[in-house]
Nanobody, 116 residues
Framework: QVQLVESGGGLVQAGGSLRLSCAASGSIFRINAMGWYRQAPGKQRELVAR???????TYADSVKGRFTISRDNTENTVILQMNSLKPEDTAVYYC??????????WGQGTQVTVFS
């Protein structure tokens, strides 16, 4: 069974940067979208950023201008570069792949903690 493996979370001071990476452990046929979601304690999971197969991107308003999502189609990998981090970015971050026709894959989550 294909799994998504995340890496790159950690503890960082406000204003710092982190780079999250997510790769599939096996091949996935026709990935239509890759994305990152996050869930803070007591809050619902929310979309952070998403990139679709043609390359267009979507960002949550709260991260626009600070986060950048990119993908490597040949490696089935998605990257989230997070700059100018704020304490309110603290959450568990999950990667998500959506494959044809509408199958969802989720990573196990990686903790990002930003302290002031």
């Amino acid at each position: 069974q294909v799994q998504l493996v995340e890496s790159g979370g950690g503890l960082v001071q406000a204003g710092g940067s982190l780079r999250l990476s997510c790769a599939a452990s096996g091949s996935i046929f026709r990935i239509n979208a890759m994305g990152w979601y996050r869930q803070a304690p007591g809050k619902q999971r929310e979309l952070v950023a998403r990139i679709i197969s043609v390359g267009s991107t979507t960002y949550a308003d709260s991260v626009k201008g600070r986060f950048t999502i990119s993908r490597d189609n040949t490696e089935n990998t998605v990257i989230l570069q997070m700059n100018s981090l704020k304490p309110e970015d603290t959450a568990v971050y999950y990667c998500n792949f959506v494959a044809f026709p509408a199958r969802n894959y989720w990573g196990q989550g990686t903790q990002v903690t930003v302290f002031s």
